[in-house]
């Protein structure tokens, strides 16, 4: 059922992007961590994530421009949000913008990891 | 087919030369009617549906008087009618490579849709489950479902309008209106989480959780809900925490010290820990918020005589308060005298960091900052003895005893477990006598009779009033008063001490043999009162109040009685059956499954329900009324229940139920479960029509050959539903090639078990069908379709959705079983029927009562009814849908019978039956 896929996490909360990148691993899923979202940018420009997964909020900026700047780029890149403050409006801003989930922490991983696979497969299949 | 069974009353019956491949036999009746000698004459093409197996799953009539009195309402032809009109909008011709492109994306929109479908309609009964089950729950939960939901809604329209090439945008209206509203109710609170920064203990109580976190709101409500004695005292709350943290903007500093912070790594984990806690203690209070408890602690300082002390107790906020492990493990501050009050305040509030609670956080995926430490101080009792009251034995929530454990001075030693200190166990019952002491305490120093009496009522009433037995912390003082310093679930973790307990475990032999034993608990507690039983409808007109509900079988409907009844006893059915859930809202105990009560139990004859224990008992049992704990809704009316009840009004009501209504249309939702049904229909009907539409002949539907029956069944792939060497121009399949395992397993359930044939029938229940159809205009094979008479599998290798017409009624079942258990779901719909309104609703009772055994989570509006159970693995659904396909067939006799209830309930057994030995036998597939 797992697919081994490339996961970026950007998230400045460290201890959560490391926690969960470890688990992530066990499950066996690459996971890289980016604390903001320049270092984020630059991990997807070399083209190894499949499936990124990014906190609203950003040290560097607001997690929303990353996002939009995320899908300007790389379109068909699944970006999934994240966030430890439930909002409506985030939420429906954030699929306006193209990403692909929101979700709240806590997640537990089997959601978080199912919630991945299935962003990837659907940016897999065609567009109508 | 037994054409005989007809013709030998009023009716002659003949065989047809078959237009095509349908054999057909022709039907002519003679019916008086009550008002009018009318003659009505029929034909029907193979289809008597009732009375063939393999019937068509379609009735065609011809009658001489339909046009009479339409039937504005039927539902299930203008469903139909929708798919076909929508085979007539024109799309451009586009190349075989480009269709088939086209035709993967709509479908990969169409499984999305199902999959955001799925997730909405799962938040929505979880929210209502919240608001109903009376467990307590914050504006974290609030704001939280209310965001996911309208994130899938969001996607639901988002997908069908791409899936409807553009249309249906204006969906965009009604979503944006009740999400608006949605931030408006939501946003209702935030103003008021903004609150005193300092509350007195005379204005706390349960429903401010939000405010003064757990353990003082529970004390809050022990002190002025209960009536007990508490110590005086205020409240600093999560307002005035937040004030602190942030006007010392420490929140980024204590994130940045956490960043990077190895868990495993003891070490370095309480050094980060003690650093924090540091920081915090050594921060100053705004001097706003100083004054603020200084001037509260003045108030407090009554007594010229003595210098006033203090306990500050830590009450946190944003955890998971079920976790009993997490009890205790913030900090407490005794003796504590003015000039340290402000100090030790800063230090309970450090406390959050402790290196225990930074790991469980951080596992549970908590962010630190939504976490609030409200501290509560409060006067110290000068205790001469202290201790702690279990309202139950830890290891048995039946024990007829309550525990205490005392010791000299205060609460803290025997909790600590450092004091020598004595056990007592005194009976729940009063006078409360002392039924063992286990004493390391000096003589005359320990609890006295009277003293474990009192402690004794305490606990029963603390238990009753919270529900649940409970762990309770007090202190007697100088002046021989009773305080309550702490009330809160007992948990059932097996101690030491439970284990000591549980060698004097409670026995029965106090309490007479049962009547009746061996039912399922439905509702956990106790009643007694005089038997009624009920039968029929008119039954529930006479049932008293008071009394306990008899009943055959757990219909929804018997529902509107359980504000009277005082107690559920049935013969049959499951604790996830609608009743049960009522029982459960209303705390009405209920036993279910409980055999032979009809026959034992005799109307107005005194029983006790013991429902926990399954057992019912003649007369009134005194001991186990004493065990009964009636579990009050805490949560009901505190602001946030308030919000959540606001939310719901704009959430679940589902005002779309008939998609033939002129008012099934996007500026006719008006909540969010009005489009999820808008989206999931019409993006069905897009799904049916595209092959139509495009003229794509390949994702056309091909007529499934089935040996022996003439009954017409279609079959539309949706994706990979065929198998490969499936010649796509031909306009038949055969089963062969059917790779849909959702498919397989409904057709399983249908041929399972051979139809016994036709249930002898009174000539009324016959004469009411056959009533019914002439007012039915789609009915008519002028107004029928081609495509209308037909039933419909659109599948694909995981995804099944069966539309079907049997006989009147209509049925959809609806099922994925996806890679992922997100995915996955049943739904069954079901509606209609031919007989009067009366069997109508016996048919759909049944039904309900039936998929509720299989766990479904029925709901019943009507004589329509849905069914679904959401993710589950991929086996569990599989059996399911083969019990569907053998209701599909095997209940549409059973109008014709309802009227006889001793009938129903035989057929009833039957089914049972047959379903279990389904559920045995290994599933081919």
Excluded at chain 2, 737 to 742: E, G, L
Aim: proline residues 6%.
């Amino acid at each position: 059922m797992t697919q081994p896929l490339n996961i970026l996490l950007i998230d400045d909360e460290i201890d959560f992007v490391e926690t969960t990148g470890k688990r992530l691993a066990r499950r066996g899923y690459s996971a890289k961590t980016a604390l903001t979202c320049a270092e984020g940018m630059a991990i997807i420009a070399t083209g190894w994530p499949e499936v990124v997964v990014l906190d609203v909020m950003l040290p560097d900026r607001d997690g929303m421009d990353c996002l939009r700047e995320i899908k300007e780029k790389w379109p068909t890149l699944p970006v999934i949000l994240l966030t430890g403050h439930a909002s409506m409006e985030t939420g429906l801003h954030g699929l306006e913008s193209g990403a692909s989930d929101y979700c709240l922490k806590p997640i537990d991983l089997e959601t978080l990891v199912e919630k991945i696979a299935i962003a990837h497969r659907e940016s897999r299949a065609p567009r109508s | 087919m037994r054409p005989g069974r007809f013709a030998s009353r009023d009716a002659r019956v003949w065989k047809e030369t078959p237009p095509r491949r349908k054999k057909s036999i022709r039907v002519e009746f003679t019916r008086s009617c009550a008002s009018a000698h009318v003659r009505y004459r029929f034909s029907f093409f193979t289809a008597f549906l009732f009375y063939s197996l393999d019937g068509p799953a379609s009735v065609m009539l011809k009658g001489n008087d339909l046009s009479e009195q339409p039937n504005a309402g039927d539902q299930n032809m203008t469903f139909f009618l929708d798919r076909l009109t929508s085979l007539f909008r024109t799309k451009p011709r586009l190349k075989p490579t480009e269709l088939q492109a086209a035709f993967r994306a709509h479908y990969k929109d169409f499984r999305a849709l199902l999959t955001a479908n799925n997730n909405a309609l799962e938040l929505m009964a979880e929210m209502e489950q919240a608001l109903t089950a009376g467990r307590s729950f914050g504006m974290a939960f609030v704001r939280g479902n209310c965001t996911a939901l309208s994130v899938n809604i969001y996607k639901m329209i988002h997908h069908l309008t791409r899936l409807a090439d553009g249309r249906y945008t204006e969906l965009d209206q009604p979503f944006r209106a009740i999400t608006r509203q949605l931030e408006q109710v939501i946003a209702s609170r935030s103003a008021n989480t903004e609150g005193a920064a300092i509350l007195s203990m005379a204005e706390v109580d349960a429903g401010m959780v939000d405010q003064v976190g757990e353990k003082m709101a529970n004390l809050g409500e022990v002190r002025n809900r209960v009536g007990l004695r508490t110590p005086d005292g205020f409240v600093i709350t999560a307002t005035a925490a937040r004030h602190f943290i942030e006007a010392n903007a420490l929140q980024v500093e204590i994130n940045r010290r956490l960043k990077g912070l190895d868990l495993d790594n003891l070490e370095e984990l309480y050094t980060v820990s003690a650093g924090i806690q540091s920081l915090i203690s050594n921060a100053p209070l705004p001097a706003a918020l100083a004054e603020a408890i200084l001037a509260h602690h003045q108030q407090l300082d009554t007594n010229p005589e003595a210098e006033l002390l203090v306990a500050l107790r830590s009450s946190a906020l944003g955890e998971d308060s079920s976790n009993v492990s997490f009890a205790g493990q913030y900090r407490t501050q005794l003796n504590v005298s003015r000039e340290f009050v402000p100090q030790a305040y800063k230090e309970i509030v450090a406390g959050k960091y402790k290196s225990q609670a930074i790991v469980y956080r951080q596992q549970r995926g908590f962010r630190h900052q939504d976490v609030h430490m409200c501290v509560g101080c409060l006067r110290m009792v000068e205790a001469t003895i202290s201790g702690v009251l279990y309202s139950r034995a830890p290891d048995d929530p039946r024990s007829p005893f309550v525990i205490i454990q005392a010791a000299p001075g205060l609460a803290a030693s025997v909790v600590d477990g450092s004091a020598s200190s004595e056990q007592l166990r005194v009976s729940r019952t009063p006078p409360h006598p002392i039924v063992h002491r286990a004493s390391g305490m000096e003589q005359g120093r320990s609890l006295t009779e009277p003293q474990a009496a009192e402690l004794a009522t305490v606990g029963v009433l603390l238990e009753e009033h919270f529900g649940a037995p409970q762990d309770i912390e007090w202190s007697i003082d100088r002046a021989g008063l009773l305080y309550i310093l702490q009330s809160r679930p007992l948990g059932h973790s097996v101690s030491e001490e439970a284990q000591e307990s549980g060698k004097h475990r409670a026995t029965t032999n106090d309490l007479p043999g049962p009547l009746l034993a061996g039912g399922v608990c439905a509702s956990q507690g106790v009643g007694c009162g005089p038997v009624f039983t009920v039968r029929s409808s008119l039954d529930l007109l006479r049932f008293p109040r008071g009394a306990v509900l008899v009943i055959e079988t757990p219909y929804p409907d018997w529902a509107s009685l359980l504000n009277r009844a005082v107690a559920v006893v049935s013969e049959t059915g499951q604790p996830a059956a609608h009743l049960a859930t009522v029982a459960r809202e209303f705390g009405i105990p209920a036993i279910f499954g409980m055999h032979r009560a009809l026959a034992t139990l005799e109307n107005s004859s005194l029983i006790t329900v013991d429902a926990t224990a399954g057992k019912v008992y003649a007369g009134r049992v005194e001991p186990l009324l004493a065990l009964a704990a009636p579990k009050p809704n805490l949560m009901a009316g505190s602001p946030v229940y308030k919000i959540l009840t606001q939310a719901l009004a704009h959430i679940t009501p589902l005002n779309l139920t008939d998609p033939a209504s002129p008012f099934f249309r996007p500026d006719g939702c008006q909540t969010l479960h009005d489009l999820t049904r808008f989206c999931h229909e019409k993006a069905v009907v897009e799904m049916f029509t595209f092959g139509e539409r495009y003229g794509f002949d390949d994702k056309a539907a091909k007529q499934l050959v089935v040996e022996n029956s003439p009954a017409q069944w279609w079959v539309i792939d949706l994706d990979d539903g065929f198998t490969p060497d499936f010649d796509p121009e031909s306009r038949y399949i055969d089963l062969n090639h059917i790779t849909s395992a959702p498919m397989q397993a409904i057709w399983q359930g249908m041929l399972a078990f051979p139809w016994a044939g036709p249930p002898p029938v009174s000539l009324g229940g016959f004469g009411s069908i056959i009533f019914q159809s002439t007012r039915n205009p789609n009915l008519d094979p002028a107004v029928r379709s081609a495509m209308a008479a037909k039933n419909y599998f659109l599948i694909s290798r995981n995804f099944c959705n069966l539309s079907v017409r049997l006989g009147y009624h209509f049925a959809l079942v609806e099922a994925n079983l996806g890679e992922y258990l997100t995915e996955n779901y049943v739904s069954f719909q079901f509606k209609g029927g031919a007989a009067d309104e009366n069997r109508r609703l016996l048919r759909i009772r049944l039904i309900s009562k039936i998929l509720g055994e299989f766990d479904f989570r029925v709901e019943q509006k009507v004589d329509a009814m849905t069914a679904r159970i959401e993710k589950k693995p991929a086996p569990y659904l599989l059996e399911r849908l083969t019990i569907l396909g053998y209701l599909l067939i095997h209940t549409r006799q059973i109008d014709m019978i309802m009227a006889d209830e001793g009938m129903a309930a035989s057929y009833q057994q039957k089914i049972m039956a047959d379903l279990h030995t389904l559920m045995d036998t290994p599933t081919e597939r």
